[in-house]
């Protein structure tokens, strides 16, 4: 029988969602969902101030342990975190934070430099659409060559949600092939994010297959797939478009993970 995970959920714990883990793990289970992994956001330096967070609470720990018990074998509940990963002090708390706890499973994302969003720099009608790509890229590349406390890329290609046009790939695939590179060297794997039907974004999902692709061809092993709900309607949405994704590329398994270990799920 197949088993379908959604390994992206956000609930109250994020500055962004009003959703209790119960309505979320409630709605898992009427869509027939095996299991979710709750990967509230922690943005210890997120340059906009109201999405800005703490280092992940005792109380969300507690939390997320006590919806496993609540709902163990009705619904596996892994327990995550998605580490808006910054520069310079900030990746020392990041990394601080992921040793802090036994997660099963931790996201690495780049929603902003420190100084700006992504999304404000896409949309700024002054900002230079092929520049904010490149920049963009570059940055994740210098964050993962640092930065090692994690075990999937969130949303990799996120910069096209916000532009209002996709420059040409051929301006950035070296920063993308350097970036797939290093997370193979790191044992590291890639989210299928999809939330990209959701925004009726046509063949650009995210990511692309062409980087889905190369990330195979590179000798990458795990793909995650997400919903990035935040909303239980939200929920699982699309999960199995991503899987067939996968499935037209050539896989044969997707990935979750138990105790940052990755376990294959057969497609």
């Known amino acids: 029988m197949f088993q379908l995970y959604d390994m992206h959920t956000h609930t109250v714990f994020s500055p962004d969602s009003q959703t209790p883990m119960e309505d979320m793990a409630e709605e898992a289970i009427r869509r027939g969902i095996t ?4 990967t509230d956001h922690y943005n210890p330096d997120y340059p906009t101030l109201r999405f800005r967070t703490g280092q992940p609470t005792v109380e969300y720990h507690r939390a997320m342990e006590r919806l496993a018990e609540q709902y163990s074998g009705r619904l596996e509940v892994l327990k995550g975190v998605e580490m808006g990963v910054l520069d310079g002090d900030t990746m020392d708390r990041c990394r601080a934070a992921a040793r802090d706890y036994h997660y099963d499973f931790i996201l690495a994302s780049f929603h902003s430099d420190r100084e700006r969003t992504f999304d404000d720099m896409a949309r700024d009608p002054f900002s230079r ?3 904010v790509f490149r920049h963009y890229y570059e940055y994740v590349l210098s964050c993962i060559k640092q930065f090692k406390d994690y075990d999937v890329l969130a949303h990799l290609n ?93 896989w044969e398994y997707y990935t979750v993970y138990r105790n940052r270990k990755p376990c294959p799920i057969k497609l």
């Open 129 to 131: 659409t092929e520049e």
């Open 158 to 250: 996120l910069v096209d949600r916000y532009a209002p046009y996709i420059p040409d790939d051929s301006l950035y695939t070296d920063l993308v092939d350097e970036i797939l590179r290093t997370a193979v060297a790191d044992g590291k794997g890639l989210e299928i994010n999809t939330a990209s039907w959701r925004y009726r974004m046509g063949e650009r999902t995210t990511p692309t297959a062409a980087i889905l692709r190369r990330y195979r061809e590179l000798g990458g092993e795990y793909v995650t797939v997400g919903s990035d709900a935040h909303t239980p309607n939200w929920l699982g949405d699309h999960l199995g478009e991503g899987c067939q994704l996968l499935r037209d590329l050539g």
């Open 35 to 38: 299991g979710m992994a709750i």
